[in-house]
């Protein structure tokens, strides 16, 4: 297959976020600043590239009726390498995405990227199928988490924009995650048809 084509799949036809509406506890949950959902993207591609390969490497070895535990008991030991890897090097941010981080083993997208391509595609296509999925991941979160975090408290990255009294705190709770998704969603779908149209 295609690789960039693969890649891109998971950047616009296929992005988790804005297209297919998977992940979305982490989605609202944990991008309440940039560098938040930037990390939780980071870690959520880095399980899914290696969860992708592993399967696809051992998919004959897997009988057909217990596919799917075999698929989630992957996914949990890299999740648990992620896991004490943050611990070690990234306290900070570890205890800042607190149970999100274990609960990347439940995450629709890792499951369903392994029911529908790595179980039936090489592993180096299953490798880009993880990147441009991930990629696609990280950047919705990025731009989420920088979108709230710059309405909610004026800064971008923790960098000051504006006076933080001027920002909106609905933003950084849960209600705005819905109303910026909402609003980023629409103006996604709008340019991809436009280029669409146009195409």
Do not use: W
């Not at 999740?79 to 999100?100: C, H, K, N, R």
């Not at 995450?107 to 529908?116: K, P, Q, S, T, Y």
């Not at 296509?125 to 710059?150: K, Q």
Request: hydrophobic share 50%; charged share 10%; aromatic share 10%.
């Amino acid at each position: 297959m295609n690789k960039l084509r693969i890649i891109y799949n998971g950047l616009v036809t296929e992005n988790p976020t804005f297209v297919l509406l998977l992940g979305m506890c982490p989605t609202l949950g944990t991008t309440s600043s940039a560098f938040n959902g930037m990390g939780m993207g980071l870690a959520t591609m880095g399980v899914l590239i290696c969860s992708n390969m592993a399967i696809s490497a051992i998919k004959r070895l897997i009988p057909s009726k217990v596919r799917i535990p075999c698929y989630i008991v992957v996914i949990a030991t890299f999740v648990t390498v992620l896991q004490m890897f943050m611990q070690a090097y990234l306290p900070s941010l570890y205890a800042t995405l607190g149970i999100f981080i274990p609960l990347i083993v439940v995450n629709c997208i890792l499951l369903g990227r392994a029911e529908a391509f790595a179980s039936r595609h090489t592993v180096i296509d299953s490798m880009f199928d993880g990147i441009g999925i991930g990629f696609g991941f990280t950047i919705a979160l990025t731009m989420l988490g920088t979108v709230r975090e710059f309405l909610g408290t004026g800064s971008i990255f923790n960098y000051g924009i504006y006076p933080e009294t001027y920002g909106s705190l609905v933003f950084i709770l849960a209600p705005g995650a819905f109303i910026a998704l909402g609003l980023m969603i629409a103006l996604f779908n709008r340019i991809r048809q436009k280029h669409t149209d146009h195409a």
